[in-house]
């Protein structure tokens, strides 16, 4: 595992330079490991609006020290890339996999735009939306209004992964005595305090089968399940109230990872609050509170750092940022350093985690992993 | 190194294929366009989407479509709702790529039924033509600054394989001939023409010299399907699965200036880990027809070369002795190839892809080749002249 960055804007490097310098982290912490001799095949998650380049893809393999050999791109958030390895690896092809993820938003200078181009070009953008956040806001409204979440509950997200943050060396925004209530509103009922900021980063995970994992690092963190789903891309039909592709996503990895009860065996949990009521909606479309249940259970402490359930230890999104598709391998990251006891953090036990990321509006897919050491 | 372990737990075929036809400014949106592929794939199976577990999409750059995280939008008409679906991506290579990956998706047994979808609407993207998407694929600091354009590459390619294997236009004219004239087999078929001649491609007009308008393949909208299955699944769905048998893929350096252009170095890196995997050591003998991406007439010649079916330079000659035409004794692109059918760039390599398909199972009609077909194989090209993907398939 390696990252980089971590930087509201890395002004020192180019995005090449960062995914290699996030590489040669994951090589090194892959006890050495040699990507010309070693690696099977290379994968990349990236997005060409993102990158300001048309055919993104074409600049993957260098910075991963992949040219010559097989890689290839997934226009998805960077843990999808590592389903897509982690069924390489299972097929019996393939032994070490590299993952490659990053995002460079201080480049972007029309995010707001290049957001709203990820709308259905008939139905949607012809609304002209001055603030893409609106379409966050709708759902959250939709949320709160059929479960009862009030605004003290997001009060309470935002305070929890700010004071989480500030542990989190590469948590550049954690502010711990900011107050959600006084920050502006931006699309009622959704604060600046809600919305995650965007931050410059690369992550670079390295794969491997359980018949080499060992030649690489004596204690791997094994990767137990691993699934995805998609809900309805058209906005006006897909549930605004519930992301039912968490929902799915979490099955289909507990299932693979013989997971019954989440609550009781997951330990802790990385998932994606890049806007405050999504961490409460994902908690519960991950089974770790029944539907509804989360904002009391959030009140109890049960999610804090040293609760029953520790979600987003790292304090998430909200205090780190999105690094665009990198940010599934930033929760992932997070949490295989909390495993291994690289980063000490208030989880009474740290053997069971799951990992979610969500791609944001208007998007409507999610990806969940299970780890276990 | 790739391939070392090839006891594979589940063997993967494919089922059933559909394609749109491929034309310019289609009236159906992106996801229209996906969906008549998909359901034309899961008709031939017997499958409705149901049955599907995970679906994986093609496309190439967004910029075409004109939609951000294509991918996201696309899995809507690609079947992909309420379902694991993923969009995998190298460039002008996608569309054979796509059922690579749906390759694993099937052989990790995660997925039983796999449908892989690749989609293209060009026609409407940019102006003043769809070309101008590429001006956007370069370096931004040392190469965008001086506004290359994607024909331009293309032709110092095709020059440096002339001059290199001592080729005339007229040789290689006789791919585009050739091509054009077998997709008139094809109902897909954009380009079909059975009177063109040597001196038509000649005569039509430079657009970057060497290479005439009719060298080119043309600006297309389209899309294409598979369904791929576990073995059990496949014998249950049909009594004639194709399997695949090898898949393989390389991306050289995004540094293409630094390039030998002669010859495909990285296509022979894919089709050798392809060609590994299908237990292939003499691919002119054991390939009995193959698709090679031909978006430029010279291409089929520099990748017949790359996929080790010619000797070096010894393409050109193939073809002038016919043992490329449908009936000689190694057809490529009985289909049309994209200089006939089209180019939808991803939804054109997966065409090539269901080609091999229906002539391993003698369902290609007029476009069947004469000889028994065992063993076929399709190959697409991509990125800036880096990228190239292969699969092997058969009975």
Redesign the interface.
């Known amino acids: 595992m390696g990252w980089f960055g971590f930087q509201p804007e890395v002004v020192d490097y ?1 995005f090449r330079e960062m995914v290699f310098k996030a590489a040669q982290r994951a090589y090194e912490d892959a006890g050495g490991l040699d990507p010309r ?1 070693e690696v ?2 290379f994968v990349s998650c990236q ?3 993102w990158e ?4 993104a ?6 910075p991963v020290g ?11 958030d960077g843990l ?1 890339c590592v ?2 390895a ?3 690896i ?6 070490v996999v590299v993952v490659e993820s990053h995002g460079k938003p201080s480049d972007v200078e029309t995010l707001d735009e ?2 709203f ?2 709308t ?3 139905s949607i953008r012809p609304l002209a939306l001055e603030n893409v956040h609106a379409l966050a806001a709708l759902e959250a409204r939709a949320y709160m209004a059929e479960f009862g979440v009030a605004e003290e509950h997001l009060d309470a997200v935002v305070e929890k992964a700010h004071k989480a943050g500030v542990k989190n060396q590469r948590a550049v925004f954690a502010s711990p005595g900011r107050s959600r209530s006084a920050t502006p509103v931006v699309a009622e009922p959704l604060r600046e305090a809600d919305i995650a900021k965007f931050v410059d980063a690369a992550v670079v995970v390295v794969l491997a089968s359980e018949r080499v994992a060992k030649k690489y690092n004596d204690a791997p963190v094994w990767v137990d399940g691993v ?8 906005l006006e039909l897909h549930n605004w109230a519930f992301p ?1 592709h968490a929902r ?2 979490a099955d ?1 990895a507990y299932a ?1 990872a013989k997971i019954a009860d989440p609550f009781k065996e997951v330990d802790f949990a990385e998932v994606d609050n890049r806007y405050a009521f999504k961490e409460l909606q994902h908690i519960e479309a991950l089974r770790l509170a029944p539907r509804g249940m989360a904002k009391d259970l959030l009140a109890d402490g049960a999610f804090c750092p040293g609760g029953r359930l520790p979600v987003n230890l790292s304090g998430g999104a909200l205090a780190e940022g999105v690094p665009f598709e990198a940010h599934g391998l930033a929760r992932l990251s997070y949490a295989v350093g909390v495993m291994r006891g690289e980063i000490k953090a208030e989880v009474d036990r740290a053997e069971t985690a799951v990992v979610h990321s969500w ?1 944001g509006v ?4 999610s990806v969940v992993a299970v780890l276990r050491i | 190194m790739t391939g070392r372990n090839l006891n594979f737990k589940h063997r993967v075929a494919v089922v059933g294929a559909g394609l749109t036809l491929f034309r310019r400014r289609m009236l159906e949106t992106p996801q229209e366009l996906a969906w008549l592929a998909a359901r034309q794939a899961l008709d031939e199976a017997g499958l409705t989407l149901k049955d599907i577990d995970c679906v994986v999409i093609g496309s190439a750059p967004d910029a075409f479509d004109g939609v951000h995280m294509k991918g996201e939008y696309l899995a809507e008409g690609a079947g992909g709702i309420r379902k694991p679906v993923v969009r995998v991506y190298v460039g002008g290579a996608t569309g054979v790529f796509v059922p690579i990956a749906a390759w694993w998706h099937a052989a990790s047994g995660l997925c039983k039924r796999v449908l892989a979808v690749a989609e293209e609407k060009m026609s409407h993207a940019a102006k003043p033509h769809p070309q101008y998407v590429f001006r956007y694929i370069w370096d931004p600091v040392v190469e965008r600054p001086i506004s290359p354009n994607l024909l331009w590459i293309f032709a110092m390619e095709m020059h440096r394989y002339m001059y290199k294997c001592n080729v005339k236009k007229e040789d290689i004219a006789l791919v585009a001939v050739k091509n054009k004239r077998n997709a008139c087999g094809h109902p897909s078929a954009q380009l079909c023409n059975p009177h063109i001649k040597v001196e038509d491609v000649l005569n039509s007009e430079v657009l970057v010299w060497p290479v005439n308008r009719l060298d080119v393949s043309p600006v297309s909208d389209g899309a294409a399907a598979v369904v791929l299955a576990s073995e059990e699944e496949a014998r249950r769905i049909t009594d004639t699965p194709v399997w695949i048998k090898g898949i393989g893929w390389t991306l050289d350096t995004t540094h293409w200036t630094n390039r030998e252009l002669a010859y495909p170095e990285y296509v022979r890196r894919a089709a050798e880990m392809a060609y590994r995997m299908a237990g292939i050591d003499n691919p002119r003998k054991q390939i009995d027809v193959a698709e090679p991406y031909d978006p430029f007439d010279y291409k089929e010649l520099h990748h017949m070369e790359g996929l080790g079916l010619a000797k070096r330079c010894e393409a050109p000659i193939l073809t002038r002795e016919g043992v490329t035409q449908r009936d000689g004794d190694l057809p490529i692109n009985p289909s049309g190839g994209l200089l006939g059918v089209g180019n939808p760039i991803a939804a054109a390599g997966l065409m090539k892809v269901a080609e091999i398909f229906w002539q391993i199972r003698g369902e290609a009609g007029a476009r069947q080749v004469k000889k028994p077909v065992y063993t076929g194989l399709a190959q697409a090209w991509g990125d800036l002249m880096q990228a190239g993907t292969v699969i092997v398939m058969g009975i």
């Open positions: 180019s001799g099977d095949a997005e060409d609006f300001g380049i048309s055919i893809d074409e600049f993957a393999p260098d992949g040219a010559m050999k097989p890689v290839y791109t997934v226009a998805g999808q389903g897509q982690y069924m390489m299972r097929s019996g092809l393939f032994d290049v957001m181009m990820a259905d070009p008939i699934w995805w789903s998609t809900e309805t891309s058209t039912l799915e996503a289909g693979q791609r208007p998007t409507t897919t």
